[in-house]
């Protein structure tokens, strides 16, 4: 064993030498890490590091879910207070207000004939199906949801005010012939939707024009949202990129006027993508269809479909058969918008004003459609004599209908008459179809740029104009 006691320098004798230090066991030296154990300890490093990795998507999810479970109502109600702020009730009409006028056009100009066969018209409708005149079948002071116009070109002059994606309420531009647009006015003919807008009263036809207006005005009103304006945070000096969008439809119950909102977000299919702005879409995700409003709506009783209406029992009861096409097993055509309404997440309109939301959706065949509020029962009525045509009332029968909307084709058919009680009976052997016809969000849309987005719903809501 050496000893660890300096001696002296032979040079300074007065200076200690300094003597090598040799410990441990045996005479060994000390020594570092070897390469092995070096790798096991990165190793080590790397799985735990890759864990905490693992959590951050999570945590991303979670926080712009917070995000958007805090910003949907406030966008939703920033929504509302600026369409209060451009509209009263007072400013909507209904078909009848130009039906009416459209008699009194064709008699101040002598034209009884054209008068009276209007009229006639009007009132075989009564006695025929929804589709020939869906209108009919209401309360005069009522119309199902409409979604405004979208404009999808402007002439130069209106283009500051016209931008492509700008919602004119009334479709005042394209009436006026300074802009070409899409809305319930251009769903194929056979739609009946569209047969609740208003009409040009010189019209014998009676095309559709759009959602219709108190004709105090005279002439439609221009009530313009630009796509900035329906957009969130909207565009301001800081230029900051919006992050949520709204789009909206509205409907008429006697006196009042209801908006639903519908709040999204997008995601851009690449990089290269250009930001969204709101517009109009493909009807269709091939870019190969005609242009339709973003805001999308699907008939359940569309004979194409495999879905159907939803039905319900007369007690309001839940039921196996209430969402056709949501089984396990049953169709689901990935790429159509008609199927997006199943989806996980989708905010779905019902045109008795009801919103669901979609908890467990479809991606596949092999999943199941579950809902957060039930099929509503609605209540039916009947409104005798409509047209207060005759007094004998042998004729008029009462159409069934509910406070807000026509019921579905098929639960008009298991309706049953009687002379002495001709208000309409239900059926009670059968489930009744009450909804056919919802509003939603498509998942994935393609602009008329060709460019591809998908679309998030956040938020939804019905509020009173």
């Not at 909507?92 to 009229?119: C, I, M, N, P, V």
């Not at 207006?213 to 630009?226: G, K």
């Not at 989708?346 to 065949?365: A, E, F, I, M, N």
């Not at 007094?391 to 009462?398: A, G, I, S, T």
Request: net charge negative; hydrophobic share 40%.
């Amino acid at each position: 064993m050496i000893s660890n006691v300096p001696t002296t320098d032979s040079a300074h004798p007065c200076r200690p030498r300094k003597m090598p230090l040799i410990s441990g066991v045996g005479g060994r030296s000390a020594r570092g890490f070897s390469l092995i154990e070096l790798l096991m300890a990165i190793f080590i490093l790397g799985i735990g590091l890759i864990s905490i990795a693992s959590l951050l998507p999570a945590g991303i999810v979670l926080q712009q879910r917070a995000e958007d479970e805090l910003m949907g109502p406030l966008v939703a109600a920033d929504a509302i207070e600026l369409l209060r702020s451009r509209l009263e009730p007072g400013d909507f009409g209904s078909w009848w207000d130009f039906y009416d006028a459209q008699q009194e056009y064709y008699r101040e100009l002598g034209d009884e004939q054209t008068a009276d066969t209007l009229k006639a018209n009007t009132i075989d409708k009564l006695f025929n199906s929804r589709d020939a005149q869906p209108a009919a079948w209401l309360s005069h002071d009522v119309w199902p949801w409409q979604r405004p116009a979208i404009v999808t070109s402007a002439s130069d002059s209106d283009a500051p005010a016209a931008s492509p994606g700008t919602l004119d309420v009334f479709n005042a531009l394209a009436y006026d012939g300074l802009a070409d647009t899409v809305g319930e006015h251009t769903l194929p003919s056979a739609d009946p939707w569209r047969r609740f807008q208003f009409f040009d009263p010189s019209d014998t036809s009676q095309a559709a024009k759009g959602i219709p207006f108190d004709l105090f005005h005279m002439s439609s009103p221009r009530v313009l949202i630009t796509p900035e304006e329906r957009s969130w945070p909207r565009p301001d000096v800081s230029n900051r990129t919006p992050m949520y969008f709204w789009e909206c439809a509205f409907r008429k119950v006697g006196e009042q006027v209801q908006v639903a909102i519908f709040v999204y977000r997008v995601q851009r299919k690449s990089l290269n993508t250009p930001a969204w702005t709101p517009a109009a879409v493909y009807a269709d995700s091939t870019g190969n269809s005609d242009m339709v409003p973003l805001l999308r709506t699907v008939n359940l009783g569309d004979t194409y479909l495999p879905f159907g209406p939803w039905t319900v029992g007369l007690d309001g009861r839940r039921d196996d058969t209430q969402i056709p096409g949501g089984e396990t097993g049953d169709a689901f055509e990935a790429g159509n918008p008609d199927f997006d309404w199943q989806r996980r997440g989708q905010y779905l309109l019902d045109q008795y004003g009801t919103l669901h939301r979609v908890l467990s959706g479809r991606d596949s065949t092999e999943s199941t459609l579950t809902l957060t509020t039930p099929v509503p029962a609605p209540m039916v009525v009947a409104q005798l004599d409509r047209l207060d045509l005759d007094e004998d009332r042998v004729k008029d029968d009462p159409q069934m209908f509910t406070a807000s909307t026509i019921l579905p084709a098929l639960a008009m058919g298991n309706m049953s008459r009687k002379i002495d009680y001709p208000t309409g009976l239900m059926r009670s052997d059968s489930q009744h179809p009450v909804v056919d016809r919802l509003w939603y969000l498509p998942s994935d849309v393609q602009t008329e740029d060709g460019m591809t987005y998908q679309l998030i719903p956040v938020y939804a809501t019905v509020g009173n104009l």
